[in-house]
């Protein structure tokens, strides 16, 4: 089991930038992949980024492909969410989440262990 607490939410104007971290615990952090998804009111978790083990592999939707990027340091066992060009659809909470294996993936099912959830809003 992995331990998930995430940190660096809050409040920016649309197209300001925030980062995201993660501090992990627990499975040997270079063991799996890693994920960030978000969840805005009324509205299914979605998928925002993902990480293979190594950091070799990175993938995201279309809706924030350019504008986030998603990092890891397993010498720190931190993975990071650098989003920028913010928007106002971005609103949501943002929770990281560790995934099953090492290779990675955009379904939530492969993730079963998850941090608590950190709030980011966006104003417009």
């Known amino acids: 089991q992995v331990q998930l607490v995430e940190s660096g939410g809050g409040l920016v104007q649309a197209g300001g930038s925030l980062r995201l971290s993660c501090a992990a615990s627990?499975?040997?952090?270079?063991?799996?992949?890693m994920g960030w998804f978000r969840q805005a009111p009324g509205k299914q978790r979605e998928f925002v980024a993902a990480?293979?083990?190594?950091?070799?592999?990175?993938y995201y939707p279309d809706s924030v492909k350019g504008r986030f990027t998603i990092s890891r340091d397993n010498a720190k066992n931190t993975v990071y969410l650098q989003m920028n060009s913010l928007k106002p659809e971005d609103t949501a909470v943002y929770y990281c989440a560790a995934g099953r294996r090492s290779l990675i993936s955009y379904s939530l099912h492969e993730y079963p262990d998850w941090g608590q959830g950190t709030q980011v809003t966006v104003s417009s």
């Open positions: 627990g499975r040997t952090f270079s063991s799996y992949s």
């Open positions: 990480i293979s083990w190594n950091g070799g592999n990175t």
